[in-house]
Every structure is written in C-alpha cells, then in structure tokens.
C-alpha cells in the first residue's frame, strides 16, 4: 500500500544525500495486534495525525502464530466461575517477577479489550444467553481462556485493520525501522528504509518525526536457531535497547513443543488427544517411541501427555514426579544431545510402559478420561480423537502440506515467547526513554510465570493505555524542528555509514575479500549461540562464556560486507539483532551470577544440583529456583556500550479503596497521568 494522507513535508542532508521526512503526531510502528489496536484507539481517542510504518502487513507474529486453539486470557464473565479483577491481577502477579499495578491494570482492562474486539468482529465463542464460554488455561485459577480456534490472533489482526483502514489511517507498507530518534531523553522519531527504493541515491532511507512512537514490534524470534516464532518475523527491541532504554526480565523466555516443517505450537488437543512420540536416525530409521523407559506405568505416561496439553510451556516445575515438562527434557535429549529426529504420531496410541497395562481410553487417569469423553472425542486412534475434538487443529496442518492421517509430525523444543522486554510504567510509556511507547511482546510486562493467553490481553490493554495516555497528556504538538533535525542528521548519519562501509564489496563476492564475514554465516553464529546457550536448558558457565562471545560478536559487526543494495534491510536488522542477542545472554548471565536458579520455562544445570530422573545420566542434574529473587525484577539497560544490570524489587498490588468523587475529579482534571 502507498502513503497516503502523511505527505512528506521536508528533506534533510544527510551526507550528500536528500532523506526525505514525513511529520506525525504518532507514530505507529508495526503491525500486529497489538500496534494495530494502539492506531486504532488512539484515533478513536481524537488523535488523528497518525501513521502506520511496518515491514509487513501481514508478516507479523500476531498474524502468523497460533496453537490448536490459541486463547485469549481475559476476566471471567459468562461463567459460573466466580471472578473479579483482583482475583485475576493475583494470578498474573503472583507468577513472580512483575510489577502489582501492571497486574491490575491488565485485569481491569481485559473486559473492556475482550469487548472491543468481539464488538469489532472477532467472533468469540458465546452460550445461548449470550455469556462468553471459558475454559481453563496453564497457571489459571479460573475459567478465562477463550478462542476461536488456531488463529485468534490472526483474526484480531484482521480486523483491527478494518478499522485502521475505516479511519483512514496512513499506512506505510514494505518500511523497515532501523533506527529511533532521540534527543534529550525523548524520543522524537525514527530512521526506516523504503524497501522499494534501495538502489535509489539514499538507498530509501526515509525520515520520520514524530512527537510519540508507538513500539509494537514483537519479540525477537531472529536470535534463536530452534524458534516457532514465523520465519520471517525477527522483532526489533534492540532499536530501543541501543538508544538506553531498560529492559526487564530479558532473561524471562518461554520455550515449548513445535512442529518443524511448519512452524506452529503443538499444545492443547495436539496432546490432550495422546499422540505417541516417537524418534528415528537422522534417516528416518531405528524408530522407536522413547518416552516409555522414564516412566513408570502407562497411566502415568498418558496422564503426563494429557497435561502439556494445557500445561503447554516447558515449566521447571514441571519436571519431577512425572511432570509434564519431563516429556520437554526427553524431546531435547533425543533431538539435540543424540541426534535423532523427534516426531508425534497420530497414528498409534503409545506403547505400554513395560509390566504395565496397554493403552485405552476406559483406563485413563480420570481427568483425562472426562475431558474427552465430555469433548466426545473417544476413538480409538489419536487422529480419530483429534479429528472428533478438534478438526481445525487437523486442516491446519494439510493446508501447509501435512496429513497427520498419513504422517507423523517432526517436532522441537523451541524459542516461543519473551516475558521480559522493555521496561514500561503503568501506561506503557518506557521507564526512561520518554515517549516510547512499547506494547505487546516487546514490552516487558509478564512474570515468570504467565496463564495462557495472557500475552494477547496484555498487548491489547497496554495498546488501549499508550492511547489514553498520548491521547490525555500528549495531545499537544511539542516537536521542534531545529531539534529533531539535528539528532536525524546524527541517527541516519550512522546509518548510511554502516551501508556504505559494508557495501565496498559492491561489485566483488563478500567471500573474495580477507577478513569479511559472509551475512548469513554472522547471524547463523548468534542464532546457533542462543539456541545453545540461552534455550530451554542453561548453566553459569556456558552462559557466561556465550555473553562474553556475543559481546565480541557484536563488536565485530563491521567486518560484514555485502554486495548488492537488495539486502540492506537483512544488513541493518542484523546490526540490531546482534545487539539484541548480547543483550539477552547478558542479562541471563547476570541473573544465573546473582544465584539464580531453575524457573519459569528455564531450567538451570548443576552438577551439583538436584536430579532431575534416576533414569537419566548423572549430568542430567539441576539447580532449584531461588525464591528470594520471585520479588525482584532484573532491569537491563546499554551504557558505554556495555549491558549494566541491577535488581528491582516489584511492585505490590495496589489496595487503594476507589471513591466514586475522587475518582470522577481525576478523570476530569486527567491527574492521574501524573
């Protein structure tokens, strides 16, 4: 799509070259759920020189993620379940790790987001009087999940563009951000390239000024090797964390069970309908199902498949006793440590446990039993189950090319969610940078622990805060020009230089000149580094030395060369995403160093820890949590070009007791924005 009613207003000299600038109010980057709904509301909100800048429409996370049914956290309403705001604001703080008000905050605003969204078009499940149904997700008290099936998001994402489009708002398609613009502790704008125009004098740098910046970018799926993050979303949080603005929790990720050959998550009915896992040679020979010998009856298997169901996310708590994360440890032993591919068979129930009874459905543990037979999902083969429970889950998979009738599907432990990101207050303004707005992923609002479906709330009421509060306090053109044009000249200066120095192979191949490193061979190095050292399983040592490496890796940026203009974009989200990975594995680092243990979806090896199965080898021990740091949150912040980090104790949830007349005065005098 072309611009269309931000008209460029000016040119700036840069170098030799003229970058054209575009002036706005706001500006929206990115284009998932979550930025969507900020442009949304915040023209909704009266604020209507808006724009839109995006690499891609529909190349986002939101659009191109999903499960067998992805759910959406919200408060309880349509259900016998009692619930309130506090109840709900409890299950989100006490995961650990997170600030009391931004708990609350995205309790109370899940109605009103959930709302919207079914007001708009997303067509939630609803009973005969109208009440919304809910089911229970992972670390869930009550019944709050809910879904439309395996795109949810890719369905909020639809339609928060209607809306965006219905406003009119001004979209600018296929531009790259590779750069914000700062001055004075606030942002003010941002450097993109026009992907278009890259073998034009400039190579498409565009400028963009802007009083606020909306940051909706998602997590940054481009650093990890075994990642279901989309193959192409990257995520962009280094922009921000170059320019200094804190970090938390950046050692917070989750990582579960995917398919390979597809990228997508194999939770709910993909294992609540007990598939068997099975595990080959590199050349599909020697198969057998592995899980069995770690058992200690069929029963306890099945019941340990059931449950990764919903308890999908590998959880360090899960382990032990025949927990369902065990199933994760196997999977990673089988496919990393000896090099056998890993697959679910929806052909085949699992084999029985040796002395033990074989499978069937009448002797299953008896909340597995009841959810399927309730879901009238009781034939005799997992497809014929999960075909009776839930055949979107299986269309899905044969519109990518894969019959799970007929095949079985390679999965992975992979890279599928940060809970850390940048440091936001209570309306998702950035702790230290001001006017940077981050909502969704990339904003660092999760603990540990987060339910299910509590991402997509979250990125949906931090959007609708970041507009209340632009919308309230910011409403005012602020912006100066002398100013702004100084820190660009500053921010597109670095840019064109990281170009030109790179492209001096223009008309030579990168691997002909001594001492340049080819693209993809960089970023294969970071991204088999955190996949190696920053994944589902950790140690002090190994980390350590992974941030030592990504810090010189990072330094050793400008050996890259690359001969043709058409990867630009791939050069400057690489100069960002190597950043990002040094980032990462510092603060990962930091914590392991500060006695950190075992959490969250994160499990901590020492050798003089805890066993984690008698079956397994004796390297396979591990440190248990820390839980004198659950109250603490870690904060990451770039200064002189190295990651400085410190602890922060989290914030309590708020108990202030609201009167209506107190509470109508604030809104009327807006103090609360104070």
Partial sequence: ???????????????????????????????????????????????????????????????NTGSDKQTYFRLSTGTKTQDSPYVMAEDLFKGGAMHGDIA???????????????????????????????????????????????????????VLLEEVRRRN?????????VSLIQQDGRVCGAVAVDVRKLNEPGYGLTLFMADNVVLGTGGPGGIYRDSVYPAGHSGSIGLALEI????????????????????????????????????????????????????????????????????????????????????????????????????????????????????????LPEEARTYLSRSQAEGILPFQRLLQMNPQAVELYRTYGIDLETEPLEIAVSAQHNNGGLAVDMWWESTNIRRLFPVGEIAGTHGVNRPGGSALNSGQVGATRAAEKIAGAYREYEQDWDGFASSAVQAAGRILRVIEHSLRTKHEQAEDIPGTNSLDEYRKEYRNRMSARASVL?????????????????????????????????????????LTHYAYLSAISAYLSSEGGSRGSCLVLDHEGESIHPS???EWKYKPENRNLKNYILVTCLDGGQFQHSFMKCRSMPEEDFWFETVWRENREKSYFE
């Fill in 104 to 158: 609350l905050v995205e309790a109370v605003g899940s109605t009103e987001a959930f709302q919207h969204l079914a007001s708009i078009g997303v067509a939630f499940p609803k009973n005969r009087y109208g009440g919304y149904a809910g089911y229970k997700t992972d670390h869930d008290s009550r019944e709050r999940g809910s879904s439309i099936g395996p795109y949810t998001s890719r369905r909020m994402v639809e």
């Fill in 538 to 578: 950790r140690s002090a040592a190994r980390t350590g030395d992974g941030a030592e490496e990504a810090g010189k890796q990072t330094a050793d940026f400008g050996r890259i060369s690359i001969h043709t203009s058409y990867l630009i974009p791939k050069l400057l989200q690489t100069r960002h995403l190597v």
């Fill in 616 to 618: 397994l080898e004796p």
């Fill in 1 to 63: 799509m072309s611009p269309s009613g931000c008209e460029q207003n000016e040119m700036i000299t840069v170098d030799g070259y003229s970058i054209p600038v575009h002036r706005v109010h706001t500006l929206v980057i990115g284009s998932g759920a979550a930025a969507l709904k900020a442009a949304d509301r915040l023209h909704q909100f009266g604020i209507h020189d808006i724009a839109v800048m995006t690499e891609s429409l529909t190349g986002g996370t939101s659009y």
């Fill in 244 to 363: 200094g603005a804190e970090a938390y929790n950046l050692q917070e990720s989750q990582f579960g069970l995917s398919s390979v050959k597809f990228r997508w998550n194999v939770s709910g009915s993909y294992q609540q309908v007990i598939p068997s896992y099975i595990s080959t040679d590199a050349d599909g020979g020697d198969e057998r199902q592995f899980l069995q010998p770690f058992f200690p009856d069929t029963r306890t298997l099945c019941r340990a498949i059931f449950l990764k169901g919903y308890q999908w996310p590998f959880d360090a708590e899960k382990i032990t006793s025949w927990g369902s994360s065990l199933i994760d440890i196997l999977v990673y032993r089988e496919r990393v440590i000896l090099g056998r591919k890993v697959f679910l068979d929806y052909r085949k129930n699992p084999e029985p446990v040796q002395d033990s009874e074989p499978f069937s459905v009448e002797a």
């Fill in 169 to 177: 708002i001004t979209i600018f398609d296929r531009f790259e951000a």
